[in-house]
Each structure stands twice: as structure tokens, then as C-alpha cells.
């Protein structure tokens, strides 16, 4: 499964963006996809996942209620809205799929990543 995720941008604080992602020929179906964020000088975080079959939804505490993880059920991107970013949100965002099991770590596919910048 080859991800390529896309959208992130320059953003001022209190802004929106929204991620995409997309499979390279194939559907997401039967696979939790997840979005992860690596801030300079920090460690991969765990920012939200959706399980794709049941829709249920997942979010890290610092992004609950400004983020919103969705699917597609007729096309293959999942987006993650943005809203009301703040400086401490920028970092690439990277999509990931897993065919099942915990949605905070261990993902089998990875995307290249996708940079978020959000100005003060």
C-alpha cells in the first residue's frame, strides 16, 4: 500500500487546513488509518485514526475538538480537518494504515509526510 498524503501549508493561528489521504491502487476498506505528527526535535506523535469499516473515530487529547478524522466511503481519501490550529501544531503530518489492533502505534504503511506550519 503506497499513502501519499497532501494539504499541509502556511497557516496563522486560529486557521484551517485540511489534510488528505490517498492510496495508490487500492481502497482503504478493512484498514484503520491514522494520522501522526513529528514536530522538529520531538518524537512521532499519535494524532487521530478511523477505523474504516465502523467509522469510529480516535483523537490524541491536544487535538480533540479542533481536529475531525473522515472518510470517503465512495472515494479513497481520509482527510483530517483542521480547525483553530495553533504554533504548537506545526510539524509534518503523516498518514498510516494498519489492518486492525491498536490505532496509537504499529502501523504497517506509511505516506512521505505532508508539512504544517502555523504562524503566532
Known amino acids: 500500500v503506497q499513502l501519499q498524503a497532501s494539504g499541509g501549508g502556511l497557516v496563522q493561528a486560529g486557521g484551517s487546513l485540511r489534510l488528505s489521504c490517498t492510496a495508490s491502487?487500492?481502497?482503504?476498506?478493512?484498514?484503520?488509518m491514522g494520522w501522526f505528527r513529528q514536530a522538529p526535535g520531538k518524537e512521532r506523535e499519535f494524532v487521530s485514526a478511523?477505523?474504516?469499516?465502523?467509522?469510529?473515530?480516535y483523537y490524541a487529547d491536544s487535538v480533540k475538538g479542533r481536529f475531525t478524522i473522515s472518510r470517503d466511503i465512495t472515494k479513497n481519501p481520509v482527510y483530517l480537518q483542521m480547525n483553530s490550529l495553533k504554533p504548537e501544531d506545526t510539524a509534518v503530518y503523516y498518514c498510516?494504515?494498519?489492518?486492525?489492533?491498536?490505532?496509537?502505534?504499529?502501523?504497517?504503511?506509511w505516506g512521505q509526510g505532508t508539512l504544517v506550519t502555523v504562524s503566532s
Open positions: 498510516a494504515a494498519k489492518t486492525g489492533g491498536s490505532v496509537v502505534d504499529r502501523y504497517d504503511y
Open positions: 478511523i477505523r474504516w469499516s465502523s467509522s469510529t473515530t
Open positions: 491502487g487500492r481502497t482503504f476498506s478493512g484498514y484503520t
